[in-house]
């Protein structure tokens, strides 16, 4: 058997465990699920009038759901993701790591497999938080079918940048409960950037962080592509951040999986 057909293989059957994982512990996959569904709501319906009034809406949620979808769907994937790094430091603190170190499988196996596996559980939710965005009246006719193409792969590219790096949180992490803590940042820092309020109505010294951190970009290349806002300099900026995400992630990761444990 060949070193690649070898890898595809166990990868293969980690990815098979990671998603019986998620049908085994339903109470995180769903908390994960609901939370940016619960957002999305209580922003549209509860802030969305003012909201949409302070960015020049007029006062119409409408306007303020076109606005707010693209932040929510990041926000989506940095929450799913945090369950990366809670599901491989529980695999860390149960001594299943270790195991899988001592058996004859591809190495880099047992990363890949909770690497897919996270990207399609992102690529679930923000589908799931995409059809309620519709059902409540969310709208986007300007966009063509290639437009909606990058757009779906800006999110799949997003979702693997932040994979990888909750990947090296999780097994840096001593125990779940800190994997927890130390992912929180990968869903609050969209709401630190142009999530739900215009970079320009912040402070002004706040500005060049809200703007040049790593969600700014890729929420503002979403609604380009979706709503046919103007895109700018952010296209390439938001791939740029994900490639380097994923490489930092992924050597991160991969430094931390195959030092010899203490």
């Not at 058997?1 to 098979?16: E, G, I, K, N, Q």
């Not at 926000?75 to 993701?81: S, V």
């Not at 142009?194 to 790593?214: L, N």
């Not at 979706?226 to 994900?242: K, P």
Request: net charge neutral; aromatic share 8%.
């Amino acid at each position: 058997m060949s070193t690649l057909t070898h890898a595809v293989r166990d990868s293969t059957t980690m990815l098979r465990r990671n998603l019986l994982h998620m049908r085994r512990y339903p109470s995180l996959t769903l908390n994960l699920l609901l939370t940016p569904v619960m957002l999305l709501l209580v922003f549209v319906y509860i802030f969305g009038g003012a909201m949409s009034a302070g960015i020049g809406g007029g006062g119409d949620r409408s306007d303020y759901l076109a606005y707010v979808f693209p932040g929510i769907l990041m926000l989506t994937i940095g929450g799913t993701t945090i369950g990366s790094a809670v599901s491989i430091a529980m695999d860390m603190n149960e001594g299943i790591i270790a195991r899988f170190r001592t058996m004859a499988i591809h190495r880099g196996s047992v990363l890949i497999g909770h690497v897919i596996g996270s990207v399609l559980q992102c690529v679930m939710s923000v589908t799931l938080v995409g059809a309620v965005a519709v059902a409540i009246g969310f709208r986007s006719t300007d966009a063509t079918v290639l437009e909606w193409i990058l757009a779906f792969g800006l999110l799949a590219l997003v979702s693997l940048a932040l994979t990888w790096v909750a990947v090296g949180m999780g097994l840096s992490s001593p125990n779940v409960e800190a994997a927890s803590n130390n992912a929180l940042p990968l869903m609050l820092l969209p709401m630190l950037g142009s999530a739900f309020v215009p970079v320009d109505a912040m402070p002004g010294w706040f500005q060049p962080i809200a703007e040049y951190q790593p969600f700014t970009p890729a929420i503002e290349t979403l609604r380009g592509l979706l709503l046919g806002t103007e895109i700018g300099h952010n296209g390439w900026l938001a791939v740029a951040w994900c490639v380097a995400l994923a490489v930092l992630g992924y050597v991160w990761s991969k430094s931390l999986f195959n030092r010899d444990p203490k």
